[in-house]
């Protein structure tokens, strides 16, 4: 959907290990840097951004396609209807204007809000900041405090601050949306910003739309269904719920990706693929299940490992889902290309699932516990694009590069890109040069006409430039901590220049001084 690609800027101060940070979300998001500067800290923040909004967004499921008008006031929260003095005729507008968007739908995908429903949808996306405690809760969670004082930066009084901001595409004149939380310990404060003077538009649902049903340009895109109701007051329940799904989707439109879910592969796969058996029983019992919820306590364990194991065990439940990607053969190419095999998921009597390798040309699998590193490492990856990551979601991997010979690698870059073109986003924490450096030659690729690229290898998983970003997170003294920045492409130095260069020089100027003196004595 094309809101999935509009800007969304991220700004972070006092987080962590980083003093300030301004980055945007693409389809393939890079950080790279030297070690405690907070690449995983960015990382996990916009983990759990990702599971606060979509949780917002759990509407658009699907789930409720199809209920009759009586049923909808078990799912609809909204506060709006009671809050609002909305009159009859207010309420007749708006059925009357759904009906004529949904009897007259234009070319344009993009509907504008009349002024009346606008003003409206203004007071209740201004709800949102009745979120603030479950935001800095799931923020918390995400990263295993209790107390989200342990979150700002080391020796400062002042606020961790993270803000999102939507500019407008048609013009850059109107004060953008704007999302800014501020963590302050155990207090926080979520502020909504939005422009009045900014039209507001939605993007028209289509039926061929699985991630949201057509509501509400479908189950009441009727006057005469709307006149059967006798009760008023039912009339201004449904007529308010219908306000608070528009305001889900102009948020939709202004928060992009992260409406859409998020999963965190954290660093040391490896270890967790082997002793997931023996933690999960004493661990994951602390941890939430649910989802986002009051009153529940914290995790013993960050929120990402947390979720991690949590997700290992429950893939027995996901085995049969349907998986969505337009490529679905992405498991298979990890599989024959790096892995040389198949990695297998078998449920035990109790249901847990049981993980083991299975070489080319061999009939007995070995369990995963006695497979090299490597397989250990991209299992995970295999059985989440198998079972679990959807087009649109978003696949966050500390580290691609670990246990992988340089060679492999690459392909697994490669392999990543072609995740990428299916539909599904990806962020990245690295260590790596030749991550960096193979990321480089598939943007060049895009850039070559295609009967040019067919002799090259990873011709067939180029992207564009607007599709990568790449950031660096430089440690500084003043400010201390690390300062984030976009790594331009340089196509004359020939990739992302990230300071791997400076280490290598380095390295050849002590050998060659070494060799020197060797060859004086």
């Not at 078990?74 to 968007?101: H, M, N, P």
């Not at 690729?445 to 607007?466: C, M, N, T, V, Y």
Request: charged share 25%.
């Amino acid at each position: 959907m094309a809101t999935d690609t509009k800007p969304l800027a991220l700004r972070v101060s006092n987080f962590g290990p980083i003093a300030e940070a301004e980055i945007d979300l693409r389809p393939l998001t890079v950080f790279v840097g030297p070690s405690n500067t907070g690449k995983s800290y960015l990382a996990i923040l916009i983990y759990a951004l990702h599971r606060f909004f979509s949780s917002y967004f759990g509407y658009f499921s699907g789930r409720h396609f199809g209920l009759t008008p009586r049923d909808y006031p078990l799912f609809y929260r909204g506060r709006w209807a009671k809050e609002q003095d909305i009159s009859d005729e207010d309420v007749r507008k708006l059925i009357a204007w759904i009906d004529t968007v949904a009897k007259n739908p234009s070319d344009n995908s993009r509907v504008q809000l009349p002024d009346f429903v606008a003003s409206w949808v203004h007071l209740t996306i201004k709800q949102m900041e009745d979120f603030n405690k479950i935001i800095a809760e799931e923020v918390g969670r995400s990263f295993g405090v209790e107390d989200t004082r342990q979150l700002i930066r080391h020796g400062k009084n002042h606020d961790a601050r993270i803000v999102l901001q939507h500019i407008a595409e048609d013009s850059d004149s109107f004060k953008p949306f704007e999302y800014e939380l501020a963590l302050k310990g155990k207090q926080s404060e979520l502020v909504v910003s939005t422009s009045k003077e900014h039209p507001l538009h939605i993007d028209q649902p289509r039926i061929s739309d699985q991630r949201f049903p057509v509501f509400p340009f479908g189950i009441f895109a009727s006057q005469t269904r709307y006149a059967e109701l006798e009760d008023e007051e039912e009339k201004r329940e449904i007529a308010a719920m219908i306000i608070d799904q528009i305001s889900k989707l102009v948020v939709f439109s202004t928060i992009g990706p992260l409406a859409r879910a998020a999963h965190y592969l954290p660093a040391d796969r490896t270890g967790v693929m082997h002793a997931h058996r023996v933690v999960v029983a004493s661990l994951i019992q602390h941890a939430p299940r649910g989802g986002l919820m009051r009153d529940t306590p914290l995790p013993a364990l960050s929120g990402v490992l947390a979720d991690f194991l949590e997700q290992l065990v429950g893939l027995g439940d996901l085995s049969g889902r349907r998986q969505r990607v337009r490529d679905g053969n992405l498991a298979g190419r990890l599989e024959k290309q790096i892995l040389k095999g198949k990695i297998r998921k078998e449920d035990s009597e109790t249901g847990y699932p049981i993980f083991s390798y299975q070489p080319e040309g061999c009939k007995k699998d070995i369990p995963l516990m006695n497979a090299s590193s490597m397989v250990s490492e991209l299992a995970p990856v295999v059985l989440y694009l198998r079972h679990v990551v959807q087009a649109g979601d978003v696949l966050i991997i500390e580290e691609p590069e670990s246990h992988l010979h340089p060679e492999m690698q690459v392909e697994f870059i490669r392999q990543l890109a072609a995740v990428v073109r299916s539909g599904v986003r990806v962020m990245l924490t690295t260590h790596s040069e030749w991550v960096l450096e193979e990321l480089a030659n598939l943007v060049l690729l895009s850039e070559l006409p295609k009967a040019q690229r067919r002799d090259i290898a990873g011709a067939d998983f180029a992207l564009r430039r607007d599709e990568v970003g790449a950031w660096l997170f430089e440690p500084k003294q003043r400010p201390k901590g690390s300062v984030v920045k976009e790594i331009p492409l340089d196509a004359e130095f020939g990739g992302f220049q990230s300071g791997f260069g400076l280490v290598t020089e380095s390295l050849y100027n002590r050998w060659a001084n070494i060799f020197s003196r060797t060859e004086e004595g």
